[in-house]
């Protein structure tokens, strides 16, 4: 942990620069933020130089799950410390939201916040959009540690594949691949008429599928082209980095033949095409633009197309920026988008949600119980890119689709109980183990979560927690079987 913290003392450290950059009232917080958590790191190397630095399975998943709740406590620091949230509960909130790369705020006014406060709250997303423990078994063996117990803990999905013998290398390429499309979209965004300074923390939020912006609007003031890049990268976040890896090495086939992939993909189709077909005929065959001539009906099917698109890619890969409100949508549409939450994006990607590996497998699982009804002596096995599944992934997937719609009750539960309305429990729930950030109501785009249930909002971080690391890293913590001999 002396180590880990070490590593976000460097990220903090980088916005500390920021706020001398821009001469920010904060700057004495950053510095005071960062010596802290320096100091705490030294402190763990210390009392620890001694220990064992191998990590089994068990200690894997402690630390793993460590790792995001004392980043979390160090990384509120700089919004505490400075008064720009001051409420420990907001500020445990915001930062936990970021780190889960749920999106969620407690801000109602974003604009206020100084450039290195948006600078780390951007930061935070991005850090944890690959993953902490990702980024930390590329670092780890300078300080003589091993990664995999970690890697294999933390990666999303039902199974990860390791791109070289050495899993510190795999790291090293999967985070190669994330800052170069991160370096991609912020000169696009640049080039599409953002100043700097925006345009890297969207893009620290886009690839993260993050969605926190430096506006209050989110990108609803921004043109189309913003629409457009933002869009297209928040797609190809949600496919599976190893294989970005693979195409971008000369090895397109993996990508386009990944069922996964395939799945996913028809599924961005698909729902961009169905939202954009209810905005052509709830705000258009019925608007006067289309007896207009064929420009304004050439403008209004872009318009139709792009906010479609934009808001199925954020929906289905839980990244949560918003081009329009969707609240101001006709209900069918809004609910569409709510249904589209419980999706996710690819595994190994950084989008939340199910993830369309599991949703796979659930639906051939189904058709397969049907066909064992007319044949009940038929071994049919499920199959995944042509390879038959074992019964243990099988077990795994339906144990999680379980535990996630379990939670999602419970969760709704809560938040009644804390006074929301059950609609909007229903969607803060879903947005939460999602880690998708915006939800229906008044906590939807234009929304935030500044007058949430205190008690709420600390259930809300645990079931971010709980999402970003897909379920049992967090449940194992309470069960005899990872703390007995």
């Not at 979390?72 to 720009?84: D, E, I, K, N, T």
């Not at 038959?388 to 938040?415: D, E, G, Q």
Request: glycine fraction near 10%; aromatic fraction near 14%.
């Amino acid at each position: 942990m002396g180590a880990l913290l070490l590593i976000e003392t460097f990220f903090m450290a980088l916005a500390t620069g920021v706020s001398v950059y821009y001469s920010d009232p904060d700057l004495n917080a950053f510095i005071v933020s960062t010596t802290i958590t320096f100091l705490a790191g030294l402190l763990g190397l210390w009392f620890g130089r001694h220990a064992s630095s191998r990590v089994g399975e068990r200690e894997g998943y402690v630390i793993v799950a460590m790792v995001w709740v004392i980043f979390s406590l160090f990384g509120l620091l700089p919004y505490y410390l400075s008064g720009q949230i001051s409420s420990f509960t907001d500020a445990w909130f915001e930062t936990m939201s970021g780190f889960t790369t749920t999106g969620a705020t407690i801000l109602n006014d974003v604009e206020s916040l100084t450039h290195a406060a948006l600078f780390w709250r951007a930061m935070t997303q991005w850090l944890g959009g690959l993953g902490i423990i990702v980024l930390c078994v590329a670092l780890l063996p300078m300080f003589g540690l091993g990664g995999m117990q970690l890697y294999a803990a933390e990666v999303t999905g039902v199974n990860y594949e390791k791109l070289s013998p050495r899993i510190a290398d795999t790291a090293k390429l999967l985070w190669g691949v994330y800052i170069l499309m991160t370096a991609t979209e912020t000169l696009l965004l640049k080039w599409a008429g953002m100043c700097g300074f925006d345009a890297l923390c969207h893009s620290f939020a886009t690839i993260a599928t993050g969605g926190f912006s430096t506006k209050n609007t989110s990108l609803m003031l921004y043109g189309p082209a913003v629409h457009y890049i933002v869009g297209i990268f928040t797609f190809l976040s949600g496919i599976n980095f190893a294989l970005l890896v693979h195409f971008l090495r000369g090895k397109p086939s993996r990508l386009l033949k990944d069922e996964e992939t395939r799945w996913y993909v028809r599924s961005v189709i698909v729902c961009s095409l169905a939202l954009t077909i209810g905005l052509c005929v709830y705000y258009g065959l019925a608007n006067p633009v289309w007896k207009e001539g064929t420009i304004p009906v050439l403008r209004h099917l872009e318009h139709s197309l792009r906010h479609g698109f934009f808001m199925a890619a954020n929906a289905i890969t839980s990244t949560g920026f918003a081009a329009s409100d969707y609240m101001t949508w006709h209900p069918l549409l809004w609910v569409m988008v709510a249904m589209m939450f419980i999706t996710g994006g690819s595994s190994g990607s950084t989008a939340g949600g199910i993830k369309w590996v599991r949703i796979i497998i659930f639906v051939k699982s189904g058709v397969a119980e049907f066909q064992r009804r007319i044949h009940p002596h038929a071994i049919i096995p499920i199959k995944l890119n042509g390879k038959p599944l074992p019964y243990t992934t099988i077990n795994n997937v339906m144990a999680f689709m379980v535990f996630y719609i379990l939670l999602i009750f419970l969760s709704v539960l809560v938040f009644s109980a804390c006074g929301v309305n059950l609609e909007e429990s229903i969607g803060v729930a879903i947005s939460s183990i999602g880690n998708v950030g915006m939800s229906i109501g008044q906590y939807g785009p234009s929304g935030s979560y500044a007058l949430f249930p205190t008690f709420g909002k600390w259930w809300m971080t645990l079931i971010m927690l709980t999402g970003r690391l897909e379920i049992f890293t967090i449940l194992l913590l309470f069960t005899k079987v990872l703390w007995k001999k």
